[in-house]
């Protein structure tokens, strides 16, 4: 292994350490997010299984990144008034 990409493994250690509580809940969130979208989309659009999960990847990813800005704000300032 070279010194560039032990340093990106570092790195990315370093980060799931320091957000793990948020990249959990993050995840979590998303998987849920999935479930409903597909699941709404095959009930009120009445579309097929395989058309549903395609089209509903887009905007639940979209949202995990915000549901993620939005955690580390509220964690940090939790963190803060403690």
């Known amino acids: 292994m070279t010194e560039f990409t032990q340093g990106i493994f570092s790195a990315t250690k370093n980060i799931y350490e320091t957000n793990k509580g948020s990249i959990i809940r993050t995840i979590i969130y998303t998987i849920g997010h999935f479930a409903i979208a597909i699941t709404v ?42």
């Open 41 to 82: 989309l095959m009930l009120i659009a009445d579309v097929s299984f395989a058309v549903a999960l395609t089209d509903a990847i887009v905007e639940p990813l979209a949202n995990a990144v915000w549901y993620f800005v939005l955690d580390k704000i509220w964690t940090s300032k939790f963190k803060k008034s403690s």
